[in-house]
């Protein structure tokens, strides 16, 4: 039943926005990046630290106003073991400040494997009698192209530790129709996997009427993003897609129901890099994330009415 | 052309085995837990380092005999950075030790972030002037579900970096078919994905006929073995399943083409637990390792003819 938690954050802040820490080390000021490679060179250790800082920076200027971030697992992983750390880092930071927080992994396995993924990223791994969290994010995106086997064991843990997933449906580039929109018997790839996410979350439906399976469907595809909300009544979206790859608000909107919920949005380099934008001074990279933050969320609840 | 390298392997040493390196802690002999628990306690570090140790054993008594190893990314990330600090340190020194290296990610995403997941798993990441090489795998698995858009950032790297990249089309678990058997235009749905492969490889063909664009197909399924040989003649491919998941070596032969080549087969808990099986002193673990890849090898290529 997690995305309770997330729904009721977006409702008290009227704001259905998730900022998407994907932090390129371009996107981090030059001062940030010296700072740390005085110390340790040109390292990945040092990119690390510097990535966390400016991770720290961006939601002590934003978690009053947005319920979510949304770090991208990719861009920690180029960063080898110590950009690991950071996504730690940066996880229980942001849970610190109160925000909630999905992962970005599009993991996917089976069985015994999807239940590693589980634990990793969800859940806690046994060392002897300590029960450890690796990361402890509140939701992760998933795959789903391998049917039930790599979703049941995410179902436990969303179950036993109030946690989310969000399965890729209809996703927002443009090679995605490639295999999502070919039909069967009459039906896009991309509705049977919706209906999949529908079946998986039957179970465990919270009190907004939404279950712990959410799906991924792309604001670059309005028209899709309507359908799949009459279709599948019980789902959450995540919207990537806003602003830097062309959906507009207007378009998002059909992602949302009558009670102007039942989706979040995703922002990543237009936040992140609103310094770069505004052509102000590097030191104010985070007030300038908070001020496009401001305008993403105007913009949105210009169209969309949350009860 | 990167399975040019793993095919030339295979050959020389007559095995087309890949072990799978999925160290659960359980796995680990528990006098290697105790050493690295007296010191850093049961922790995930403590854990992380036991696995190192573990892999590094089996790693020297299986590489004059296997050509490749494939961790699965899962069973890192779950001891979080300290597991993933295992994960490039068993790479590098499976790749010391002359082996083919292929990560277990089925990673996916598009445009900058598979960029992103390249350069970590088989690119390099620039920090400042300096090249960086975070994982430095020789071939990384792949999910396809969300098009080209996914697969082009690693061709380019396959090609620059001889790397290659093994897509999922029919895994092995029992709800693969929920999506994977369904029918677009009469065709399978991991037909349809495997089309993809061979096109995706069209421009990387080696000298053994095979692209830098693998697929995996699981042993489980040998009459879609069989089917997908044929309609792929240009696609390495990966085979989980056998043994553990209940794939036989009579059943595995189908992914091969007449010269006894075009395929890898994976065996991950049989060898790494053969010290189990056998009921052999814990200490000989490596050893039991060494004697089950033997045995897998002598049952496949009683099956299969390598020229």
């Known amino acids: ?154 179902l436990r843990t969303c179950k036993e530790h109030d946690k989310g997933i969000f399965v890729l449906v209809k996703t927002s580039n443009p090679s995605s129709g490639e295999l999502q929109d070919r039909l069967i018997d009459g039906v896009p790839v991309y509705a049977i996997m919706g209906d999949m996410c529908e079946a998986w979350g039957r179970e465990q439906i919270g009190q907004y009427g939404y279950s712990s399976v959410g799906a991924v469907v792309g604001a670059t595809y309005p028209e899709q993003l309507r359908e799949l909300r009459a279709r599948l009544p019980h789902t959450m979206f995540l919207v990537p897609g806003y602003g830097a790859q062309g959906g507009g608000a207007a378009g998002v909107a059909g992602a949302f129901d009558a009670n102007g919920l039942g989706a979040i949005v995703n922002s990543s380099r237009a936040i992140m890099c609103a310094y770069q934008k505004e052509g102000c001074d590097e030191h104010e990279f985070a007030q300038a994330a908070r001020r496009e933050a401001i305008r993403m969320r105007e913009d949105l609840t210009s169209y969309i009415d949350i009860k």
């Open 1 to 154: 039943m997690s995305f309770d938690r997330l729904i009721t954050k977006i409702r008290e802040m009227k704001n259905p926005t998730v900022v998407g820490l994907d932090p390129k080390l371009a996107y981090v000021p030059s001062y940030i990046q010296k700072t740390y490679m005085d110390v340790d060179g040109e390292s990945l250790k040092a990119a690390s630290r510097a990535i966390f800082r400016f991770n720290q920076e961006i939601i002590d200027a934003i978690c009053d106003i947005v319920p979510a971030i949304k770090p991208q697992a990719a861009y920690y992983e180029m960063y080898g073991h110590h950009g690991i750390k950071t996504l730690e880092r940066t996880i229980r930071y942001a849970k610190l400040k109160g925000m909630f927080v999905i992962t970005d992994g599009k993991r996917n396995d089976i069985g015994a494997t999807m239940e590693a993924y589980t634990a990793a990223h969800l859940g806690t791994t046994m060392v002897g009698e300590n029960e450890c969290t690796p990361f402890g994010a509140d939701a992760l995106t998933v795959n789903g192209y391998l049917g039930s086997d790599g979703i049941n064991p995410l």
